[in-house]
């Protein structure tokens, strides 16, 4: 999932509900996230550093890229930090990588379709 359409509830509801699961970026200003998971600068975390948040359900990785790119994720498949041993990113931002191409189509789609129009009247619109 793109970070428009994850949350922790609704990744909670598709595993309850419809047995369903999840791996997600989040974005950053979710309440569910406490505010140390997602900043930046917090206690100086190193590039290359990852941190964990673990519920019934629900794992949530935070992975610093570089100095100025934090990447938050969720996932309801996954239930442990493992990390992977070529790159040192979590499981779940490799597996995020590897299943992202709807998203990414996706987003394609939205980028090219224009439903703007440079006329308020709508027969000049039309013709």
């Known amino acids: 999932m793109d970070n428009w359409f994850t949350s ?12 369903i699961t999840v791996i997600g970026t989040i974005r950053k200003d979710k309440k569910e996230l406490p505010a140390d998971f997602v900043n930046l600068k917090f206690q100086d975390r190193k590039v290359n ?10 794992t949530a990785a ?3 890229a570089t100095e100025k ?7 309801t498949l996954h239930d442990d930090e ?7 990113k ?6 995020y990588n ?16 224009n439903t703007g129009r440079k006329t308020k009247r709508w ?3 039309f013709f």
């Open 8 to 19: 922790v509830p609704l990744a909670e509801k598709l595993l309850k509900q419809h047995k």
């Open 49 to 58: 550093s990852s941190l964990s948040l673990f519920s019934e359900n629900v």
């Open 62 to 64: 935070s992975y610093k």
């Open 69 to 75: 790119k934090l990447a938050t994720l969720i996932s």
């Open 82 to 88: 493992a990390i992977h041993p070529g790159s040192g």
């Open 90 to 95: 979590p499981e779940i931002i490799m597996n």
């Open 98 to 113: 590897e299943t992202k191409g709807g998203v990414d189509v996706l987003d394609r789609l939205c980028q090219d379709t």
């Open 123 to 125: 027969p000049m619109a």
